[in-house]
């Protein structure tokens, strides 16, 4: 199994380079089913593998001129601080047992699981529609949103906080529509802005008491960072808008596993 693992790490890099954003969400599924971490565990895994492989992925995009620091300030300060209160504080807050009907335990790994499952459903849908509104357009002056952008951020934190995904699939259409950025600003920034909320909310899990598989870290984000190199490469040969509805049904196909599974099967 742990070569189909570093075989979705790659697939999960490559995704990213090649459409800028929801590779990530398949890295908690890679880590738990894969790799048979502890669900709590793999989404703080998933923070440092996405931040790592988002910041390396985002140095193409900053020698073109891709990012727009200004946005990734106002939309990152917020999104940054509300990723670590909620690693730091929210998640260990969350009883290991939440409720018992029956035979059927609602434990925070299942919690986090189902959670993180919707999240992939609603993110295939972004994913898959056409949404004439995130296409690449000329803009002017950019205007700024500021209590939308400041809401969206405290929101995208807290669900990065939760469940480990970077949230690109969210941030990129908040900067085109609340910040008015062109779409390659937008990926180029979105990348920026999940590389500095994701690592810092990781720090929020080092506490001194939990064991980090530093080793395993480094060998899973090193296969991450080469398919997102690879996936950049052949992102300026290859038309996103052809590959975000597949990688959009493949996505929503493994949310709907994890939620029967989990739901129907977590005994069997």
């Known amino acids: 199994m742990e070569i189909l693992g570093y075989i ?16 990530s969400i398949l890295t908690v599924p890679i880590l738990v089913y894969l790799f048979s971490i502890d669900t709590v565990l793999a ?16 140095f ?11 946005t990734a300030f106002v939309f ?8 670590y209160l909620t690693r730091f504080y929210l998640v260990p807050f969350i009883p290991t047992q939440i409720f018992q009907v029956g035979d059927f335990v609602m434990s ?17 849908y972004t994913m898959i529609r056409e949404n004439k509104s995130c296409k690449e357009k000329t803009v002017g002056e950019i205007k700024y949103n500021y209590p939308l952008i400041l809401i969206e951020g ?15 699939f969210l941030i990129i259409p908040a900067l085109v529509l609340l910040a008015k950025l062109p779409m390659k600003k937008a990926v180029g920034t979105s990348l920026v802005i999940i590389a500095m909320k994701s690592l810092i909310g990781f ?7 939990e064991h980090i598989d530093w080793q395993f870290l480094a060998y899973f984000s090193v296969v991450a960072i080469l398919g997102i190199l ?36 977590q005994h069997t």
Do not use: C
Request: no cysteine.
């Open 8 to 23: 979705g790490a790659l697939l999960m890099g490559l995704t990213l380079g090649l459409i800028g954003g929801g590779g």
């Open 43 to 58: 989404t703080a895994y998933s923070l440092f593998i996405v931040g790592l492989t988002s910041l390396i992925g985002s």
């Open 60 to 70: 193409s995009h900053i020698s073109q001129g891709n990012v727009h620091w200004r």
């Open 76 to 83: 990152g300060v917020p999104s940054i601080i509300s990723v």
């Open 108 to 124: 925070k790994s299942l919690l986090i699981l189902m959670f993180f499952a919707l999240l992939m459903v609603f993110a295939s």
């Open 154 to 168: 405290l929101v995208v934190g807290t669900i990065t906080g939760l469940v480990g995904a970077g949230g690109g």
């Open 203 to 209: 720090t929020g899990d080092l506490k001194g008491k």
């Open 230 to 265: 690879i996936g950049s490469l052949l992102s300026k040969k290859v038309e996103d808008e052809k590959l975000k509805p597949a990688f959009g049904y493949f996505v929503l196909i493994m949310g709907i596993y994890i939620i029967t599974k989990e739901l129907f099967f």
